[in-house]
């Protein structure tokens, strides 16, 4: 493609060279630069990449797109904008020729939930016969086929590599594309110029405080979504950012289709029942009511498959497969998974790693709980949460509703972890509640599992379908439902050497 196409009306001056030059590839990242294409550099939080400019002429750029004043060889083309984030998302969208906007493209934003309405909304998609595509935290996929890419975030990909993955999807025959949106994502552009048909919130509280600073600021970021989505804002009703977004995106054009468990919603849910592991509910819509029945026990599972069901009345699709599409979801990785079960006891594992998600987690396993209910857990380390209470917060919330705390590590980072440790004990012991403190996570576990009895339940929460640990700078892998497997493998091997 010619640069002089790529950059036509794009915010930027041409700081030197030819724009009549073609384009074969773009690049944000030194590492993956080949011969012919244009480097985007971006300021990233630990390095810039203004500074690998130089090598990526060497392998091969040529021309760049800057937000500093550089110096580079006169055989390349520079142009210089005011943000090369939005500048990248903008050349990428152009180079993949504009690929949302030949999807169904939903986007789902929300401190919680995002993960399992997901979930829940390509179960229904596909019972709908519709080829459907995800991208989020479970990775990205046309079916169960895993999509090709050199994304390296959690969750949302990078614009660059967001683009390309919409395009290989067009390329596939996919219809519809459920996308988790961080909010890391939305304030970092990685989703400008993606258009989305549908967006979706499902609520907002306290996390991510490193990168937002305040509840504010955070809501701003998820707010964006809701500027980039072309024909519903579904918005949780029942929660207080949900209200005060849907009053803000209430004049947009786009149509506000609000859901939660009261009938001021457009769509809600009466009659929940629980089960130890499921949850029913009627839920209404103005295209009539449908009877759900969610794998999952949990006022937090009604609100993500009502989300989905919202989603599926936007797109049209009977509510009676949306009903199906839900019941066909069994289990969702990490999201209160049952990982071991048998006559004595259950171990289940949750991503529940802020203080509103521990709280739901333990309530929902509480009255289903015949013996005690023990916690595993820890506080994971970010730089705006030293000192900032979360580590106080967790340990109140575990003492108030675990009978037994074990205190370990999640991702301490850099962080000492026994003071994380000593901290969240500490916190603990101030609200009564039992522990102890036990620093290697897989060491903590047994300890949970070897003083459990006959109808005890474990929770190992934190990390969820997460299969690694963040210690100081190194990744180590750690996959909970392995771990738990092995331990009772050896639990097994001892009892039967005893006998
Ligand atoms: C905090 C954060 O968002 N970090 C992401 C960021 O890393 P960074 O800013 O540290 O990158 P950097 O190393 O400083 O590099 C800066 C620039 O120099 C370039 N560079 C660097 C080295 C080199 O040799 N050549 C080169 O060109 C890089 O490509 C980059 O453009 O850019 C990297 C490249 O895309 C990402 O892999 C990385 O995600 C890390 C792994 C991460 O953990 N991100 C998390 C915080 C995240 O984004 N999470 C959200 C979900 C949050 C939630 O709701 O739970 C998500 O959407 O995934």
């Known amino acids: 493609m010619l640069l002089t196409s790529l950059v036509e009306k ?5 700081l030197q060279g030819d724009l009549n030059i073609d384009i074969t590839d773009i690049a944000f990242d030194s590492r993956e630069v080949t011969k012919g294409s244009l480097f985007v550099a971006v300021t990233g939080f630990t390095q810039d990449g203004h500074h690998y400019i130089q090598k990526a002429i060497e392998l091969g750029a040529v021309a760049v797109v800057v937000e500093k004043d550089v110096a580079a060889a006169d055989s390349v083309t520079v142009l210089k904008t005011a943000d090369t984030r939005i500048a990248l998302a903008l050349l990428a969208a152009r180079f993949y020729d504009h690929p949302s906007e030949k999807l169904n493209l939903i986007g789902i934003t929300g401190t919680n939930g995002k993960t399992s309405t997901t979930y829940f909304l390509k179960s229904i998609l596909e019972q709908a016969g519709r080829k459907t595509g995800v991208i989020g935290t479970i990775g990205a996929k046309v079916g169960n086929q895993s999509l090709k890419t050199k994304s390296t975030t959690p969750t949302t990909p990078e614009s660059l590599h967001l683009q390309h993955m919409f395009a290989d999807m067009v390329e596939s025959g996919v219809q519809d594309c459920v996308m988790e949106v961080s909010s890391h ?5 990685r989703a400008a110029a993606s258009r989305f048909k549908i967006g979706v919130f499902t609520n907002l509280t306290p996390d991510h405080l490193e990168l937002h600073r305040t509840m504010e600021e955070y809501f701003e970021a998820k707010s964006m979504l809701f500027d980039l989505t072309t024909d519903f804002n579904l918005i949780n009703l ?11 995106v209430a004049g947009y054009d786009t149509k506000l289709v609000t859901y939660g468990i009261t009938d ?8 929940i029942r629980y089960g130890p592991d499921y949850t029913t509910y009627t839920a209404h819509t103005p295209a009539g009511h449908v009877d759900i029945r969610v794998n999952l026990p949990g006022l937090i599972y009604v609100y993500n498959s009502l989300a989905a069901v919202a989603c599926a009345y936007c797109s049209g699709i009977d509510l009676e497969l949306a009903a199906a599409g839900i019941h066909a979801v069994e289990s969702i990785k990490g999201r209160l ?20 998600s521990l709280e739901k987690a333990l ?5 289903f709980t015949k013996g005690r209910l023990i916690l595993v857990f820890g506080v994971y380390a970010a730089p705006g949460q030293l000192g900032s209470g979360k580590r106080e917060s967790m340990g109140k919330i575990a003492a108030q509703h675990a009978d037994f705390c074990v205190v370990t590590t999640d991702n301490p980072k850099d962080q000492d972890p026994d003071t994380i440790i000593a901290e969240v004990s500490s916190a603990v012991r101030a609200a009564g509640g039992q522990y102890t403190g036990i620093v290697d996570r897989k060491e903590a576990i047994r300890y949970a599992i070897d003083m459990s009895q006959t109808n005890d339940v474990i929770l190992i929460a934190g990390k969820g379908h997460e299969t690694t640990q963040i210690i100081g700078k190194t990744e180590v892998p750690f996959n909970e439902a392995e771990i738990v497997g092995e331990i009772m493998a050896e639990h097994t091997n001892s009892t039967s050497k005893k006998v």
């Open 238 to 248: 029942d929660d207080e950012f949900g209200r005060k977004l849907s009053q803000k």
């Open 264 to 271: 001021e919603a457009t769509i809600y849910a009466t009659d």
């Open 337 to 356: 998974e049952v990982v071991y079960q048998d006559e004595d006891r259950k171990i289940i594992v949750d991503f529940a790693h802020t203080e509103d």
């Open 185 to 189: 994502a939305l304030s970092l552009h």
């Open 10 to 14: 794009l915010d930027c001056a041409t």
């Open 363 to 367: 309530s929902t396993l509480r009255p």
